[in-house]
């Protein structure tokens, strides 16, 4: 794990998740581990199927059924999320963590003007309905909805996907989370909305201090707005540290694949962009050696028998790779 010295937030300690399906078992997540200091900000990227979102949900307790946690442990505020009862589980929802969704109307009932829905979710809170109603509008105002006070009686319907997304975030946030979790929330929005809610999120986090765990397969995105970024890979998090290392100096091989693909960073115009040579591996078999090296430029012998420990590539950086084994850096 990356140096910290002060306790994180959220402490995720060598988590496995299984998803039951007809063809067996999906082993979405393997022996995760992950920090979130508190008052920052941490992206977990990856290309799709690579067990984010999973992730990102079995922190907030919102798992189908067909989901088994198989082993590991989720530490929030010094308590384990797994062992706590469905119903202390659910009176930390909206209190101490909160989410944000790709789709607004996840979170938002369709049936039910603003106004209710943003009273109603401060109900942790000892304050009267009128006061809740002006917190409500301020914090409209704040994620920038004109005319806050006659259009919290609206209902979602009557506002844009940009518009409900910033109604989200302010509902999000009116609890003052210690945690929030956000799901790609921008990935459905065009790109200069999606910087707007950026630099909004980023100001909010700030303005509050709480911690954001941020989803995203936007590296640019992560790159603007994140303290910290794991990397994951086929259900694994391959790499983690700040993010000025790890896109400055990647230390694993997928990391730098991935860098390279980003359009982002991509000087010359182009009809092709890049992508990874090979594909994501099925998650059904249990896995021997690193999980990348059917696809890895550099795989050795090592790594189809062995599975590659943590290394220290940097003071804030580790990565699970034999070569940083052979560079002669050390186990973290
Ligand atoms: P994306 O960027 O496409 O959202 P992701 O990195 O968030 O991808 P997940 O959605 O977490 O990936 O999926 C991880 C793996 O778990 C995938 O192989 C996916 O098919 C599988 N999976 C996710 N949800 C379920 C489910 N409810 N039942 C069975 N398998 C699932
Ligand atoms: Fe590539 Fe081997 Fe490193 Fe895996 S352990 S990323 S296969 S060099």
Redesign the pocket.
């Known amino acids: 794990m990356p140096h910290m010295s002060a306790r994180p937030l959220l402490e995720v300690r060598n988590l496995g998740l299984d998803?039951g399906?007809p063809r067996g078992r999906?082993h979405?997540l393997r022996n995760v581990s992950l920090d979130v200091p508190a008052g920052q900000v941490v992206g977990i990227v990856?290309?799709?199927?690579?067990?984010?979102?999973?992730?990102a949900y079995t922190v907030m307790g919102l798992l189908?059924e067909?989901?088994q946690v198989t082993a590991g442990s989720i530490i929030f505020e010094r308590r384990d999320l797994l062992t706590l009862t469905a119903q202390t589980r659910r009176s930390l929802m909206g209190d101490r963590l909160s989410m944000i969704f790709q789709d607004p109307m996840t979170a938002l009932n369709p049936v039910r003007n603003i106004e209710s829905q943003m009273i109603d979710i401060q109900h942790h809170e000892q304050r009267g309905r009128s006061e809740k109603r002006d917190r409500a509008v301020d914090m409209l105002k704040r994620v920038g909805i004109p005319d806050p006070q006659s259009r919290i009686g609206n209902y979602p319907h009557q506002f844009s996907g940009g518009m409900r997304q910033r109604i989200c975030i302010a509902m999000a946030l009116l609890v003052k989370p210690a945690l929030l979790i956000a799901d790609?929330p921008t990935t459905a929005l065009d790109a200069t909305l999606e910087v707007q809610i950026i630099h909004l999120l980023k100001d909010l986090q700030r303005e509050i201090g709480c911690s954001i765990l941020f989803?995203s397969?936007h590296l640019g995105v992560v790159a603007e707005l994140c303290d910290h970024v794991a990397v994951?890979y086929a259900?694994e998090v391959v790499e983690q540290g700040a993010v000025r290392d790890i896109f400055h100096s990647p230390g694993h091989p997928y990391t730098r694949a991935l860098l390279e693909c980003d359009p982002g960073r991509i000087k010359q115009r182009t009809r092709n962009l890049p992508t990874i040579p090979g594909e994501v591996p099925s998650?059904l078999a249990s896995k021997k050696g690193c999980i990348f090296h059917p696809r890895c430029p550099h795989a050795f012998d090592r790594c189809v028998h062995e599975t590659p420990g943590e290394y220290r590539v940097a003071a804030d950086q580790v990565a699970r790779c034999h070569l940083l084994d052979r560079a002669g850096m050390v186990a973290a």
């Open positions: 998803f399906s999906v979405a990856g290309e799709s199927g690579s067990g984010k979102s999973t992730l189908p067909n989901a790609e989803v397969h994951m259900g998650l």
